[in-house]
């Protein structure tokens, strides 16, 4: 009648709260018990892990850092474009209304496009789509642009988050030659 009862209570069945449950057939059960005290103690544990125990879990790895291959995909707006024309190391603010507005675009399948928001009379087209790559340390990012002199372009990233990277040029060739340009970009 016991065994009936608890099965029949499943938890909570007719209103009744597993507490009802545990209190109307364990009790009875373990009281009656002709075991000693140390195995209705022990048959108590068991039964108290058999509930808590189900619901642990480990629980998920974490999962890893993206790399900036994955950082740099997306839509990216030019706010600022420095250079230093006779490479000193002092960087100066481009402050014309159509400098530092660019939109740079990456894209997974490792194609690339910067055009201009607002025109400016300059040697290079306004429209340019190339290829990417992040070379070596995951700090050389590698534009190749077609007809742009068969040269790519090599760029340090010096910061990269989820809306913020910093780009300077570098020479992979001469390495000791500082940077002429720098960018910020933000989404």
């Excluded at 075991?35 to 108590?44: D, G, K, N």
């Excluded at 998920?60 to 030019?78: C, H, M, R, Y």
């Excluded at 740079?104 to 087209?125: E, G, S």
Aim: hydrophobic fraction near 40%; charge should be negative; glycine fraction near 6%.
């Amino acid at each position: 009648m016991q065994t009936a009862n608890f099965l029949a209570c499943g938890g909570q069945i007719s209103g009744r709260p597993l507490r009802y449950c545990l209190s109307h057939f364990l009790k009875p059960l373990l009281m009656n018990c002709p075991l000693p005290f140390a195995h209705r103690f022990f048959f108590c544990v068991l039964f108290g892990l058999a509930l808590v125990l189900p619901g642990c879990k480990k629980d998920d790895p974490p999962s890893p850092a993206p790399t900036n291959s994955e950082k740099i995909l997306g839509t990216w707006i030019e706010k600022e474009l420095w250079t230093d024309d006779d490479r000193d190391g002092t960087f100066v603010l481009h402050s014309e209304p159509c400098d530092g507005d660019a939109i740079w675009t990456f894209n997974a399948n490792q194609t690339q496009r910067i055009r201009d928001a607002t025109p400016c009379d300059v040697p290079f087209p306004i429209d340019l789509i190339s290829t990417w790559k992040i070379i070596g340390d995951s700090t050389h990012l590698q534009l190749i642009i077609p007809g742009l002199e068969d040269e790519p372009v090599d760029l340090r990233i010096d910061a990269l988050s989820d809306t913020e990277m910093i780009l300077h040029t570098i020479w992979p060739s001469n390495p000791s030659l500082p940077a002429e340009d720098k960018m910020v970009l933000r989404r």
